[in-house]
């Protein structure tokens, strides 16, 4: 079965700790994203990687890193330096760049820090 | 830049009748796709249907279909035959040619009541 895992689907950290959300993809898909997603809101986008070992900011990149080793993963460590990192994040995957290439989600990952 | 608006909060719908979730865009680039996702209480990210900005014809997927009116830049979402399966909240999403990233909606809450 292809798709998208995240793990853990809750995550629960103390403030001030980094903490690194696991995102896998066995879709064969170049593109790989990363958006938060607050109460009552949509989507909004933090990195984006088109291609192994190369990303990108988002929106909302501030107090958050990613890595790219591997085509089929894509790390996104929320850093101490995030102020406000509680909330629901979802990965996503897509065949390529470009406007008509739907993207994939992954089942989510709620973090809460206390 | 581009934005996408989702006036409609929540919207209720009876079993087996036909529902409109309404979208609005802006963009200035010529080329873009419009996406539209339904997010249940599990929080994943399903995808429903896609329009292209040129697409000469409505998008239709089963039971959705998509009325782009590209002149008043709308691209409602049409659920035909409700199901109880149906209720979960509904995101509009845009993506423009040279954008790497999807611009959500703050997305419609849809109840399907028997």
């Known amino acids: 079965d292809g798709g998208i895992t995240q793990s853990p689907k809750y995550l629960f950290r103390k403030e001030g700790q980094n903490v690194t959300l696991s995102c896998e993809q066995n879709?064969?898909?170049?593109?790989m994203y990363w958006y938060r997603q607050d109460p009552g809101q949509g989507l909004r986008l933090i990195y984006y990687s088109q291609i192994v070992n190369d990303f990108q900011k988002g929106d909302i990149a501030e107090g958050y890193s990613v890595s790219r080793e591997k085509k089929e993963s894509f790390p996104l460590t929320v850093t101490s330096a995030q102020k406000n990192p509680t909330a629901f994040y979802l990965c996503?995957?897509?065949?390529?760049?470009?406007?008509?290439?739907?993207?994939?989600f992954g089942p989510g990952t709620r973090l809460t820090v206390t | 830049a581009q934005k996408i608006t989702q006036t409609q909060p929540g919207m209720f719908v009876q079993e087996k009748e036909a529902v409109t979730l309404d979208c609005t865009y802006d963009?200035?680039?010529?080329?873009?796709?419009l996406f539209w996702y339904k997010q249940p209480s599990s929080g994943e990210m399903i995808f429903l249907i896609y329009?292209?900005?040129?697409?000469?014809q409505n998008a239709t997927e089963g039971r959705y279909s998509l009325n782009f009116q590209k002149a008043r830049k709308s691209a409602n979402l049409v659920i035909s035959a409700s199901q109880l399966g149906d209720s979960a909240m509904y995101f509009c999403?845009?993506?423009?040619?040279?954008?790497?990233?999807?611009?959500f909606g703050t997305g419609t809450r849809l109840l399907v009541s028997p």
């Open positions: 999403a845009m993506r423009e040619s040279l954008g790497q990233k999807l611009v």
């Open positions: 963009t200035s680039d010529p080329s873009y796709g």
């Open positions: 996503a995957s897509s065949l390529s760049s470009g406007s008509s290439y739907e993207q994939y």
């Open positions: 329009q292209g900005s040129y697409d000469q």
């Open positions: 879709l064969n898909h170049d593109a």
